[in-house]
Nanobody, 124 residues
Framework: QVELVESGGGLVQAGGSLRLSCAASGRAFSNYAMGWFRQAPGKERAFVAT????????SYADSVKGRFTISRDNAKNTVYLQMNSLKPEDSALYYC?????????????????WGQGTQVTVSS
């Protein structure tokens, strides 16, 4: 079992930055690839970014590529999402998820553990 707790969301103006954190507890954090997903009101949950168990491989949704950076610190059991140049369309509830394997995955079907989410709101 893995428990995930996100933090770092908030209200920011367009063009600003936020860093989300996801603290994991439970089974060995370094065994899992991790991902960030988001869900805006009235929309389905969508993939944002993923990182392999070692941090050596990452993948991003086209909509955030070049603006967001995912990273992890296995010693701290934490994964991060640095979000720069934020746009109003980035507003959503952001979820952290732990994959059932070590390699990067963009589909949420490969993720077995989810946090409760942290709200990000970008004003224009």
């Amino acid at each position: 079992q893995v428990e995930l707790v996100e933090s770092g969301g908030g209200l920011v103006q367009a063009g600003g930055s936020l860093r989300l954190s996801c603290a994991a507890s439970g089974r060995a954090f370094s065994n899992y690839a991790m991902g960030w997903f988001r869900q805006a009101p009235g929309k389905e949950r969508a993939f944002v970014a993923t990182i392999s168990w070692s941090g050596g491989t990452t993948s991003y949704a086209d909509s955030v590529k070049g603006r967001f950076t995912i990273s992890r610190d296995n010693a701290k059991n934490t994964v991060y999402l640095q979000m720069n140049s934020l746009k109003p369309e980035d507003s959503a509830l952001y979820y952290c998820a732990a994959s059932l394997g070590r390699v990067v995955r963009t589909s949420e079907t490969f993720y077995g553990y989810w946090g409760q989410g942290t709200q990000v709101t970008v004003s224009s």
